[in-house]
């Protein structure tokens, strides 16, 4: 085995050595070899690998076979297109396993080897499911009652040469199959909008069967079905009862198969998990623990019988995107003792997921774990922003040895977590954090000079985590958790840069589409948990309800994902069409909005001069995210070739920036919210004639300065602050609000508080060490964390032109120096492959290493004006940019 990995490795190194291309990291629809395909024409994408400069492909082929057969040979097809290329062979069938082969033709006349890798298929067909949903039927499972366990045992009675399960479930399921658990997913089958899409999980169960006896257990937990969702307390939002809808199919060796399924042949009993849900936690007894209850031998004799159901089949749907895992383990970093005696770990990091803990006590002994974010200044665990949300583990220990727990249906965010139960010594290795998040692919690295800033960064990505939990959530510890459409707008981009959130979003984007109203606005949380609450209005918030429009253009941007367009398209239609109604004389002025959310108010602090207010008219965010939302549907529209509509929204487009500078702006170009956020838009979004956009620059650095160089912004002014400084021009403006360190700014919670995340407000924690308005104070928020986009764009200098080559076919690279920073890099591994862009500045020179991937191009700007010394190499190139293709490329020139 070792022998012909060493072979391999050998052979690839020298083909790639010898100039040849290679291809790897093949994938349907973005996931490497997939097994629960349930799509019928899947997109294949490869990726290009070659140690020679300019290399393109020029032709591809494709194979693909079902066992002998071949189901599709594509031909030699002329085409530079290696990622998302449709299946066009004859139709697939359910439940196979096909092997894809893909060799491309590059420029240069090299051809590469074919490169292989599978993928395998669902049910492609509703009627194909022969399971029944089954129900415990036992009282006791209700929404705050015991968690029902189920039972199936089978005989296999012919050699086994595959099998494979494909499951959902209204609730939470864990699956075991002869005593083992079966996949590594977590809190599957994941949250969707339960009423109109479901999704289930595919899973090869091939080793976990034997011929002969085999048994299955499965645990089903309340989760988002029927927890209470929101601060309103309201349960069961989907059905009071939960459900298991359960299908396996093994294939013998003898070519028969076989379907074992869900229907009042099995068996429930409760669990000895004796209450979960979401917020508040977990509480399992090991004392009613029925070991090895996933075994054929086990005796259920004892058991009820479960009950049919008849929850539909036909809106469950194979998942697209990748599901919860297990990530980062965290070991505390001090074990200590609060003012009121309380034993904490300080897991040193704030995260979402839970604690795994081994115990050893006696029988009936209890251990409580309570997370929190925060100690307060005295060191006491700071339970109030968690509002409702106990967030507690209990166990109670059975007294056999050492024994572990950990949480099966809820999460918590958490940095600290207090311990109670334990007598004696608190061993700090017994406990570790595990982070639990979507099985988002990291892709993007970056680091400065700056430890402040690379601690900004980290805690981007940990807010990411912690807050992609299958939903793009606003915070993992409250009574909230909920997917709120703003925030996940404004992160988005920066989102896509630090991981591949294609699917992801993808996936919860036709949420957004079912759970959008008939008028076609979209609700502020998808999935809509807050139907029937004050915030479940038929009305769209800009920024917010916008998300519907921003992010399926922005995954396009980012992964070269035009599907995920195609199929928004007549969602995101049809929320521009609800603005249009809104707006009176296209100005959108009427009904709710949330505008710059937790801007910065002035009156927090007194001593700021300047500016009266950073608070900005709320129609006036709304009129400039009506010219993003139409800017885009443009875009939308050219790139479907839906010419009629795009002449439409342009005409709409120049009306409502118009209907802007009517009713906003001065003659002068005054705006009449003098705010931050005000210029920022009106800039961003080009709302003002070219000719006074200067003025508008000088009006908004005026401010910035009037504010010592703090930003004023909230959640929808920030994104674009940096990018619009850096766009006119300011970029020493950008650098001074990235590096400033007192409130308001990025930096303050880190340097003030040692912040490991991103809050949800500029001063969660106040600078006297007291806390924000407990109602609303989360310390894992993402949305400022919107800077990160400007960080990879920008300090690094890595972009996509969007218009000729989305997703970094036509890449950008243009670094942008300041801040003092005496080295960046960046990069981002593409689905083109790795682009970098890394730079340091010695002595006064500016030295830059580019990394671009085949088959894509690379516009490079360099950032000084003496082009007589920029160097490429040794070779004088006497230019301010220069476009390249493929290969690895050395700069060095004077500032
Ligand atoms: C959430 C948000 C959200 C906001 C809108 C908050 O409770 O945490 O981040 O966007 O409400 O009102």
Redesign the pocket.
């Known amino acids: 085995m070792k022998k012909h990995i060493l072979l391999l490795l050998f052979t690839c190194f020298t083909m790639i050595a010898f100039g040849q291309t290679e291809l790897r990291n093949l994938t349907v629809e973005n996931l490497s070899n997939p097994i629960g395909i349930g799509v019928k024409t899947p997109r294949f994408s490869w990726k290009l690998v070659s140690s020679k400069r300019n290399v393109k492909q020029a032709a591809y082929e494709i194979q693909v076979k079902e066992g002998k057969n071949t189901v599709w040979a594509s031909g030699k097809v002329a085409s530079e297109a290696s990622i998302f290329t449709k299946y066009a062979g004859s139709p697939l069938v359910s439940n196979a396993k096909y092997i894809w082969q893909v060799r491309v033709w590059d420029n240069q006349g090299k051809t590469s080897k074919w490169a292989t890798a599978s993928f395998g298929t669902a049910l492609l067909h509703s009627n194909e499911w022969k399971a029944t949903w089954i129900g415990s039927g036992l009282k006791s499972d209700t929404v705050n009652g015991v968690v029902p366990m189920f039972r199936k045992s089978f005989l296999a009675n012919k050699k086994i040469a595959s099998a494979k399960v494909y499951v959902t479930s209204r609730g939470l399921y864990e699956v075991q199959i002869n005593g083992k658990r079966m996949g590594d997913s977590y809190l599957s089958p994941g949250w969707t909008s339960y009423d109109k899409h479901l999704q289930y999980q595919t899973y090869d169960v091939s080793n976990l069967l034997s011929e002969g006896k085999n048994a299955i257990g499965v645990l089903l937990g309340s989760g988002w079905y029927r927890s209470r969702l929101g601060w309103e307390n309201k349960q069961n939002i989907y059905g009071k009862e939960t459900g298991l809808l359960f299908q396996m199919v093994i294939k013998y060796a003898d070519g028969t198969t076989e379907t074992v399924v869900s229907d009042t042949s099995w068996k429930a009993s409760n669990s000895h998990i004796t209450y979960s849900e979401i917020y508040n936690g977990e509480v399992q007894d090991a004392r009613l623990e029925q070991k090895n209850y996933s075994v054929a031998s086990f005796d259920d004799s004892k058991w009820s019988t479960v009950v049919s159901k008849d929850f539909p089949t036909n809106y469950i749907t194979a998942a697209i995107n990748e599901p919860i895992r297990k990530h980062e383990n965290l070991k505390p970093i001090a074990v200590l003792t609060s003012p009121k005696g309380e034993t904490i770990l300080d897991f040193g990091q704030n995260l979402a997921g839970w604690v795994k803990v081994s115990v050893q006590g006696k029988a009936g002994d209890i251990i409580k774990l309570s997370h929190v974010e925060m100690l307060d200044k005295k060191g006491t665990p700071y339970f109030e922003n968690l509002r409702s949300a106990k967030a507690q583990a209990i166990y109670t220990l059975s007294g056999n040895g050492i024994e572990t727990f950990e949480p099966h249906f809820t999460t918590f965010g958490f940095r600290y977590v207090k311990v109670e139960g334990i007598t004696g010594k608190i061993n700090p290795d017994d406990f570790t954090a595990i982070a639990l998040y979507s099985d988002i692919k990291k892709t993007g690295a970056f680091e400065t000079s700056n430890a402040y800033i690379n601690k900004l960064q980290s805690n981007i990505r940990w807010s990411q985590r912690g807050n992609f939990l299958d939903v793009p959530t606003?915070?993992p510890q409250r009574d909230?958790r909920?997917g709120?459409?703003?925030?996940a707008e404004v992160f988005s981009r920066t989102a896509a840069y630090n991981f591949n959130v294609d699917q992801f979003f993808a996936k919860w984007l036709i949420d957004v589409a079912a759970d959008q109203k008939e008028n076609g606005a979209v609700p502020?949380v998808i999935p809509n948990a807050l139907k029937g609450s004050f915030?479940d209005m038929p009305v769209g918030a800009a920024g917010?309800s916008d998300a519907s429009i921003i992010i399926p253009y922005n995954m396009y941007v980012s992964f070269g994902d035009k599907e995920v367009v195609e199929r928004q398209y007549p969602s995101m239609k049809a929320y521009l069409n609800y603005v249009r109604g809104a707006a009176k004389n296209d100005l959108w002025n009427t009904g709710f909005q949330?505008a710059d959310?937790l801007s910065y108010r002035v009156d927090d602090s007194k001593g700021m001069i300047g500016m009266k207010s950073a608070i900005t008219d709320n129609y006036l965010v709304a009129q400039c995210f009506y010219a993003y939302n139409t800017e885009i549907m443009i875009k939308a529209a050219t790139l479907l070739g839906k010419t009629d509509e795009v002449q439409e929204y342009q005409s709409l487009l120049e009306r409502v920036k118009k209907a802007f500078q009517t009713e906003y702006m001065t003659a002068s170009g005054k705006l009449i919210s003098e705010t931050q956020t005000a210029y920022i838009l009106a800039l961003q979004f080009d709302m003002l004639p070219e000719n006074l956009r200067a003025q508008a620059v000088e009006r908004l650095v005026k401010n910035i300065e009037g504010y010592e160089y703090h930003l004023t912004t909230g959640?929808l002014g920030t994104p674009f602050l940096n990018p619009v400084l850096t766009r006119f021009g300011r970029n020493d403006v950008a650098y001074k609000l990235l590096l400033q360190d007192t409130y308001p700014s990025w930096l303050y919670p880190i340097k003030a508080h040692g912040a490991t995340t991103i809050w949800?407000r500029w001063d969660s924690m106040k600078p006297d060490g007291t806390f924000q308005d407990p109602s609303?104070t989360?310390f894992n928020?993402y949305?400022y964390g919107a800077v990160g986009d400007w960080m990879y764009r920008t300090i690094a200098g890595i972009d996509t032109k969007e218009a000729e080559g989305a997703g970094y076919k036509s890449i950008i690279i243009k670094p942008e120096i300041g801040g003092n920073l005496t080295y960046a890099k960046g990069s981002l591994e593409t689905n083109y492959g790795l682009v970098s862009s890394s730079w340091r500045i010695e002595n006064n020179k500016f030295i830059l290493d580019v990394e671009v991937p085949a088959n894509t191009n690379a516009t490079i700007e360099f950032p000084t004006n003496k082009i007589e010394t920029i160097k490429e190499n040794k070779a004088v190139l006497n230019a301010k940019t220069k476009t390249v293709g493929s290969g690895k490329y050395h700069f060095e020139m004077e500032l």
Not at 484 to 487: A, S
């Open positions: 606003d915070c909230e909920l709120w459409t703003g925030d502020f915030f917010w949330f959310w959640f949800e609303m989360s928020h949305a």
